[in-house]
């Protein structure tokens, strides 16, 4: 599906009442199914947390919440990141052989550079094994509590715990059993409808879906559990099936490869799982890190050989147990090897000095490991952990890590931003069950699903999405009635509380890049929110205004941008070291946004039309400027910055402590009026479309 920015689609309606054209969102006739979006937006949002779906970005993560916690100067902590360089000394082993004490020169000290996310996961100490006196030369900026927390760090327990706590909250096991119910089901109907697909694994199938059966747990070797997998397999008594014949499911895997049949005969069976290329790859991806390592060579052939009666027979690679409840096996299991995987790529350094196994992990994963921020992991999929508890749900999984071994970086980015949106697309109907009380159509499906990405973008767990946002053309004047019918419109949804005023930001939200004065920065431009104690008698008359000169601000512009950190719009008007204007596209989210400065502390929160006005998303510039060769990452726009005066006429009303709407009445008529132009040059291209002939409109 083509995933474009809500404010990039023809979404408009014709309102019931009168037949005037108006946007989507202003339409109280698709109020059911702007909340479908909400709430799968929601779910899927409390359920994905990036950081923990991937446990090498949360070692670069939690490295940087110790430097910017710590008492470092502002200067150290915008130049220090995990890829900082950090020398390590230390003396090659004395022999152990006869010889008197000072019979020989001392060895020579050497230094060596470590990358500062190898000192913090003590991946330095494997590649010095054998040196004697290892010492960090920690830089002369770094205070005594950063270099104390850097040396002490136990990521294992950190992660461990925030993994546990998420994961084990009813709520995300209960999306993820209704997102793994949903992809066994359908992978099953589905391959039952192919006509490549045997009579044999049709009943099996039919009788699975009618309950008379159940799948199994997959396991490697009798022992190594291969998460993300089940098997139906046939019992001896059930009818037109042959007996122990099989189907292997993947979860994640494309839909023409999600499952493999096996066939009921030992000798046959054998000969399918040893000879199959494709089976031993989903095998083994599937696996632990750790039990990969420990497995060693690895291969999908039987093993051992016993005397059974008059014929000799050998372990099979594949075993399968019944289980009860296969969703929870799928759940824990998966769980297990996030926190496995985690252990094995930051292990302390007793782990590493009793146990062997993980200093052969250190030399699979180190490379790929600490080039994280870099756009393609080039070590293969060990070097990162199937993001599983989302993406393995859906077809384009296994994509997704593939998606990161492409040859060149950027086409690895796009497969990759491309296999998130297509996997978010298949996973978001099936949380809507809901949609059967509506009408259910294929552009009903799709506007709740573009309507859910474009939330879920925005609060950080989609990949980040920029284009050119060309200056809007409103050189068609508005109709009065249609300006008038669109104020009176968005007056009602106004009132209906900050959710509604959150809606509209969803809508016209975007965001682009450009290259201002030698650094690459993220434009906004949309509705954003503001905290302010003064009322709004004073602000509807003035706006906001710079309390820095606006000839400063342009003469560095990047104190504003965000590029420079130290984020310096001020938070209300009295902020004396206030630099820009500061706002955020968030009403209130997570002990965030605007309504912090201002509702709660007993003023205001306004909200402010700025779609035509360049508004600095400060989280992404400070990222980008601090890792410049990082892969792109979606921040959340919760701070944005402006470098100019907002006008009052821009300022549609406020919010106040209580959540109740004041409006704006003269902003309010020129957003309808702005809107309305909108609208009509949209129509007016629309119709030129249609009609194949350029559209004639003045611009």
């Known amino acids: 599906m083509n995933d474009l920015p809500l404010y990039e689609q023809t979404l408009i309606s014709y309102d019931a009442e009168n037949g005037v054209p108006i946007p989507q969102w202003l339409d109280p006739g698709l109020k059911a ?43 150290t902590k915008n130049r220090t990141n995990g890829g900082t360089l950090i020398l390590v000394e230390s003396n090659p082993r004395r022999s152990s052989g006869p010889g008197l004490i000072g019979a020989a020169a001392p060895p020579t000290r050497t230094g060596k550079w ?80 192919l006509d490549t697909t045997s009579e044999n694994s049709r009943n099996l199938i039919a009788a699975y879906l009618a309950s008379k059966i159940k799948l199994k747990t997959v396991y490697f ?19 037109n099936v042959t007996p122990r014949s099989a189907l292997l499911v993947f979860l994640g895997a494309p839909p023409d490869q999600a499952i493999m049949e096996l066939p009921g005969d030992g000798a046959a069976r054998r000969a399918a799982i040893e000879s199959s290329p494709l089976l031993e790859e989903y095998v083994f991806i599937r696996l632990s890190i750790y039990d990969r390592l420990k497995i060693g060579t690895f291969d999908m052939n039987y093993t051992g050989i016993e005397k059974r009666g008059n014929n000799y027979l050998r372990d099979p690679s594949l075993t399968f147990y019944e289980s009860n409840d296969i969703l929870s096996h799928l759940y824990h299991t998966n769980q297990e090897r996030l926190l496995s995987d985690i252990d094995t790529l930051v292990s302390t350094d007793a782990e590493r000095t009793t146990d062997q ?5 250190n030399a699979v994963l180190t490379a790929a490991a600490m080039i994280v921020l870099t756009p393609t992991i080039g070590a293969g999929l060990v070097a990162r952990p199937l993001v599983s508890f ?38 978001i109907p099936l949380l809507l069950p809901q949609l059967t009380g509506i009408a259910a159509s294929r552009a009903t499906r799709q506007a709740i699903t573009s309507n ?31 300006a008038m019918h669109l104020k009176r419109r968005l007056l009602e949804r106004l009132r209906k509380g900050p959710e509604a005023a959150q809606d509209m930001v969803y809508e016209y939200a975007r965001t682009m890049k450009k290259t201002i004065k030698g650094h690459d920065v993220v434009i906004y431009r949309g509705q954003v929110f503001r905290g302010d104690m003064r009322p709004p008698e004073i602000i509807f008359e003035k706006g906001f205004e710079l309390r820095t000169p606006l000839k400063d601000i342009q003469e560095d512009i990047h104190q504003i941008t965000g590029v420079k950190g130290g984020f310096g719009g001020g938070r209300d008007a009295l902020d004396p070291d206030g630099k820009g204007i ?20 007993g003023g205001y929160t306004y909200i402010i039309d700025n779609v035509d006005v360049d508004g600095y998303h400060l989280y992404a ?73 350029p559209a004639h409109i003045d611009r």
């Open 357 to 361: 196994l993980l200093e052969i992990a």
């Open 33 to 75: 199914r702007d909340k479908l979006a909400r709430d799968a937006a929601e779910q899927l949002g409390k359920y994905i947390k990036p950081n923990l779906l991937d446990p090498i970005k949360f070692i670069e993560i939690e490295i940087n919440r110790i430097i910017q916690q710590s008492s470092a100067t502002q200067v």
């Open 621 to 693: 510039n400070h990222h980008m400027a601090k890792y410049p060769n990082s892969r792109p990452i979606n921040l959340s726009p919760t701070e944005i910055n402006y470098g100019e005066n907002i006008p009052a006429d821009m300022i549609l009303g406020a919010y106040d402590k209580y959540d109740r709407f004041i409006p704006n009445d003269f902003a309010m008529e020129m957003f309808a009026r702005r809107r309305a132009s909108e609208i009509g040059v949209q129509l007016a291209e629309a119709a030129a479309r249609a009609a194949k002939i």
């Open 114 to 193: 470590f990358e500062l996310r190898e000192i913090a996961t003590d991946r330095y100490r494997a590649a010095l094994k054998g040196q004697d006196n290892i010492k960090v030369r920690w830089p002369l900026d770094f205070p005594k509590d950063l270099i104390n927390a850097l040396e002490t760090a136990n990521m294992q327990r950190i992660y461990s715990d925030q993994v546990v706590a998420h994961f084990s909250h009813p709520a995300t096991e209960d999306t993820y059993r209704l997102l793994a119910d949903q992809a066994l089901v359908s992978r099953l109907a589905d391959y039952a409808e």
């Open 221 to 239: 070797r009798d022992q190594y559990v291969v998460t993300q997998a089940a098997c139906l397999e046939a019992p001896d008594t059930l009818a």
């Open 452 to 482: 859910a990405l474009k939330r879920l973008r925005f609060i950080g767990v989609t990949p980040p999405v920029y284009r050119d946002i060309p200056k809007i053309s409103r050189y068609i004047m508005p109709s009065e009635l249609g």
């Open 390 to 427: 989302l993406f393995s749900m859906c077809s384009v999984g296994v994509e997704i890590a593939r998606g990161r071994l492409a040859d060149h970086p950027d086409d690895a980015e796009e497969h990759y931003n491309a296999a998130t949106i297509a996997a978010l697309t298949e996973i």
């Open 582 to 601: 500061s706002t955020s596209a968030f009403y209130y989210r997570e002990h965030t946004g605007a309504f912090v400065y201002g509702g709660k502390k």
